[in-house]
């Protein structure tokens, strides 16, 4: 009988210390997860760079989607608008779907009426009312993902436009209704 409230006593004081050192190892605060998306962007013609975290905790960062309005600028005439947030969470759906942390390099993001009207004078491939002159459109590859993987991957969102351009080594992807070519 002594020995069965000794146990008992034992495995009591061992449950106390164990609940008691748990609680002391524990932050004083609750640390919260930190939700943030983030984007990198290479431009091919201006060859400049941009890392950019652009939401946190679902909150777009009004600082850094300016400096994407920047970076995705009109290069031939200075121009630039600002970008729809869908297609910078698009963009970065589309690259995590593929398991990727990718630099997106940039072809074409805003343009001007001008630069659009000089592009369709040379081909038949630019639309009149292109969503790149709303700020709703992006030419783009993924550096470490094939071209027919990412307009599969930009094809299963069914969130806009997409537009596969083999030859000249890109996808064309947009916010406008759900569309392929």
């Known amino acids: ?13 061992k449950s106390l210390l164990g609940t008691t ?13 930190v939700d943030e998306k983030q984007l990198s962007f290479y431009h091919t013609h201006t060859k400049k760079k941009l890392h950019v975290t652009y939401s946190r905790n679902g909150e777009y960062i009004e600082s850094a989607l300016d400096e994407i ?3 995705l600028f009109d290069f031939r005439t200075g121009d630039a608008t600002k970008i729809d947030p869908e297609l910078i ?13 990718g630099t997106f390099e940039v072809i074409s993001g805003y343009r001007s009426q001008k630069t659009n009207e000089m592009l369709r004078n040379r081909s038949s491939g630019v639309a ?7 700020g709703k459109a992006i ?5 470490d993902i094939k071209l027919t993987k990412l307009r599969d991957a930009a094809l299963a969102m069914k969130r806009g436009g997409v537009g596969y351009y083999e030859k000249s080594n890109f996808v064309h992807i947009d916010t406008g209704r759900v569309r392929r070519w």
């Open 1 to 13: 009988m002594k020995w069965a409230k000794y146990h008992s006593r034992r495995v009591a004081l």
């Open 139 to 143: 030419d783009v590859r993924l550096d």
């Open 128 to 134: 009149k009312n292109s969503q790149h002159l709303v």
């Open 21 to 33: 050192l748990a609680a002391l190892l524990l932050p004083a605060k609750p640390v919260m997860a």
């Open 89 to 101: 969470d698009l963009i970065h759906d589309i690259r995590e779907s593929l398991g990727s942390s």
């Open 69 to 71: 309005n920047n970076f």
